[in-house]
């Protein structure tokens, strides 16, 4: 259950994000470090317990840049999304693991190219869906929702009726899978994937990101171990091992590559050198 304080605070949640009812069959599992809310400490954010502090800690300590690598992590996500609706006009956007939410989300980014664009948020973990309120602030000319679902089921979450209410999947839609797969095997990530490009009309986009240990070895693995140690399975993976995500689909420039390397000039940061990031991005059209 979610715990509250004498007063009736949410514990671990700052007043402004505290769910407006109490969510009485919300089991946050305090007792366990989860992938959000180590991730939302790591990137600085005060939505995460005692145990996922205590992870992000020995992370910290024995890799001080890895809360620079998270952010950068978070980044490139708002560099993709501007690409997607700048370069190529994508005004739906589907983005599985979501994350606790952080300004400026998604949305936020989209709808300052078109206010009109469309966003459906999906994350399997129930302090997202306490906090789900600051992912439905859409401008009133688009639309956002966000649904409670599993990136292993995509059928049950794509037939969850917030879905076709905000997304018309006879137009090109982008869907952001933005620092999620390496918490998955290549067995468990490749087929939803695949099922929901297939889902997907021609002229979609697929903008991915994934943990790779190419660039620092020795700290990513030191990462790598605390999360397995915390019940975190977590999977990094080679340029080549990210690549395979996108096979049949039309790579933009530059490929798949380091996110310090992947289009560093639509950030208002100077970009971070190779030895500072972990991870790998790249943005493909679908035929
Ligand atoms: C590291 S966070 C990334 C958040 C956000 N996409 C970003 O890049 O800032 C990973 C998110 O994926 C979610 N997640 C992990 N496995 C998932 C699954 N099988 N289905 C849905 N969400 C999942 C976690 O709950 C967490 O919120």
């Keep these: 259950m979610a715990q509250r304080d004498e007063s009736g605070d949410w514990l671990g949640l700052r007043a402004s994000e505290q769910p407006a009812e109490p969510l009485p069959s919300l089991d946050l599992r305090t007792d366990r470090a989860h992938p959000a809310r180590v991730y939302d400490y790591l990137l600085g954010g005060k939505t995460n317990f005692p145990v996922d502090r ?13 809360r620079t690598a998270t952010r950068a992590a978070r980044a490139v996500m708002h560099r993709m999304t ?50 789900s309120r600051a992912l439905l602030t859409s401008a009133p000319e688009g639309r956002t929702a966000y649904v409670e679902g599993d990136f292993r089921d995509p059928e049950h979450f794509l037939a969850d009726p917030a879905v076709a209410g905000t997304l018309d999947f006879d137009r090109p839609i982008a869907l952001m899978l933005v620092n999620l797969v390496h918490f998955l095997s290549d067995e468990a990530a490749h087929p939803p994937v695949r099922k929901l490009l297939d889902a997907l009309p021609s ?11 190419d660039t620092i070895p020795e700290l990513v693995a030191i990462g790598s171990k605390r999360y397995s140690e915390a019940g975190i399975e977590n999977h990094l993976r080679t340029r080549a091992g990210v690549e395979r995500f996108f096979d049949g689909l039309e790579l933009d420039d530059p490929g798949v590559a380091l996110i310090n390397r992947w289009r560093p000039e639509l950030d208002d940061e100077p970009a971070l050198a190779d030895h500072e990031v972990s991870a790998y991005a790249g943005v493909a059209r679908k035929p």
Excluded: C, K, M
């Design 54 to 66: 205590e992870v992000g800690d020995r992370i910290l300590t024995e890799w001080p840049g890895s």
């Design 82 to 131: 501007r690409h997607l609706a700048e370069t190529h006009g994508v005004r739906q956007f589907l983005d599985v693991g979501t994350g606790i939410p952080t300004g400026p989300n998604l949305h936020e980014v989209a709808q300052s190219v078109d206010p009109t664009s469309r966003i459906v948020y999906v994350d399997n973990d129930p302090i997202v869906l306490a906090h």
């Design 203 to 213: 002229g979609s986009f697929l903008a991915l990101t994934a943990g790779t240990a």
